[in-house]
């Protein structure tokens, strides 16, 4: 079985330049999660789908960060304008959930992105 | 909004040494995971805890989860070099999956 796909693999963009990054999950997987980790530091939830619904963005940065998944299958995470603080590493995760119950979030490599 | 921690930050081990890593809850824990993430790399699925005093354990590692403290603890025994590499522990804010939160993870070496 396929993991969870990411492309690019690394970016390097100057700053106020856009940049998009996109991820297919596991087959089947209804639920698909953004997060952006610094260095040194855990990830940070950024957005997260219900099939194509974003149930949960509250920490998405709105004034340049955008998501889609509008066939609730793969997802395309947006910055436009990039700035030098957006330097990280971006995962996309996957998993199968059902309401009332908890399950594991499979991880793609992540997408390393430098602003210069 | 809920945080975790972890301690230590970091950690050195010489192969074959038994070590623990704790992960703490500011709120109530509606289950928790342990991931492991080696360099340029994304993460790797370890455990799942979802009940007060739930102890799973896979190959050499051992997780427990205290749900009346908050907290969970990671034990890895008889250390290998293959078992470096930065661990955290994640859990969601609520129990329908919501507000995902890692924590800032504990980065293991182990010394052949």
């Known amino acids: 079985e396929a993991g969870v796909v990411q492309s690019p693999r690394y970016k390097i963009i100057e700053k106020k330049q856009p940049v998009a990054f996109w991820c297919n999950p596991i087959?089947?997987?209804?639920?698909l999660y953004w997060y952006r980790q610094n260095l040194g530091q855990g990830p940070e939830l950024l957005i997260r789908?219900?099939?194509?619904?974003?149930?949960?963005d509250s920490q998405l940065p709105k004034d340049r960060f955008s998501a889609e998944r509008l066939k609730g299958v793969d997802s395309t995470l947006k910055i436009q304008p990039a700035e030098l603080g957006d330097s990280a590493v971006y995962l996309c995760?996957?998993?199968?959930?059902?309401?009332?119950?908890?399950?594991?979030?499979?991880f793609g490599p992540g997408t390393r992105l430098t602003v210069t | 909004s809920q945080e975790l921690e972890q301690s230590p930050q970091s950690l050195i081990v010489q192969e074959g040494k038994n070590l623990t890593i704790n992960c703490t809850s500011s709120?109530?824990?509606?289950?928790l995971y342990w991931y492991k993430q080696k360099y340029g790399e994304g993460l790797i699925f370890l455990m799942m805890?979802?009940?007060?005093?739930e102890e799973k354990s896979h190959e050499k590692i051992t997780a427990k989860l205290d749900e009346k403290k908050q907290q969970s603890s990671l034990h890895i025994t008889a250390s290998q070099p293959s078992h470096a590499g930065i661990y955290l522990c994640?859990?969601?804010?609520?129990?329908?999956?919501?507000?995902?939160?890692f924590g800032p993870g504990t980065r293991l070496s182990v010394l052949p």
């Open positions: 995760a996957s998993s199968l959930e059902r309401t009332g119950s908890l399950y594991e979030q499979y």
């Open positions: 087959s089947g997987h209804n639920t």
């Open positions: 789908y219900e099939n194509e619904e974003a149930v949960d």
């Open positions: 709120k109530t824990l509606y289950g």
């Open positions: 805890l979802q009940k007060g005093g």
């Open positions: 994640g859990a969601h804010a609520g129990n329908y999956g919501q507000n995902f939160v």
